[in-house]
């Protein structure tokens, strides 16, 4: 497992609070988190409720990405992407990164996962490989409209973000899969 912060070569940005019914920040992922597109039994692929305040000044949409920096891939896992989140939204429902992005405030879109579908996919570490972290972000942006096509990838979606990130609020679960 990677002991380093995915962010932390990022430029310093504010901190604000993200809160979830359904994550705790350092716990274990529920059951709904993991994926059932990937086997596992109980996984059911369904997104965090999310909260989020505190937002600095001058902040005008916000994106959240989830990211596994220890999947076996050499360039981690983005299990979940969503861009151009209206300023006026601190809040997404459960459930809210279906395959219709149905939960999704008008104007938010949803980028390809790295499974290559543009909606919430859960935890699926493979089995034995040990726990996983899951970074789930929301980031306060200086842009109403971050300028990304719709069928970018969440890493280009966070390279197109790097100079216009105000503040960024982390929570991080777990999840492993026993062998």
């Given amino acids: 497992m990677s002991v380093n912060n995915p962010f932390a070569r990022l430029p310093e940005v504010a901190a604000f609070t993200v809160t979830s019914t359904t994550v705790a920040d350092g716990a274990a992922l529920p059951a709904a988190q993991y994926s059932g597109m990937f086997g596992v039994p109980e996984g059911k692929d369904v997104s965090p409720q999310l909260s989020w305040h505190g937002a600095p000044e001058g902040t005008r949409s916000y994106a959240v990405t989830v990211y596994d920096p220890d999947a076996p891939t050499g360039s981690g896992f983005w ?16 459930g809210a990164g279906d395959d219709t992005g149905s ?25 034995g490989h040990g726990p996983h972290r899951y970074f789930v972000v929301v980031h306060a942006l200086d842009v109403a409209n971050i300028g990304v096509a719709a069928d970018a990838t969440p890493a280009v979606l966070g390279f197109t973000m790097f100079g216009h990130t105000l503040g960024r609020a982390v929570l991080v679960a777990t999840g492993e899969t026993p062998a």
């Fill in 103 to 127: 939960g999704l405030p008008a104007g938010a879109f949803q980028l390809r996962n790295d499974a290559g579908a543009a909606r919430f996919v859960g935890a699926a570490p493979p089995a």
């Fill in 79 to 94: 299990h979940w992407a969503v861009a151009d989140i209206p300023a006026g939204v601190t809040a997404l429902s459960e």
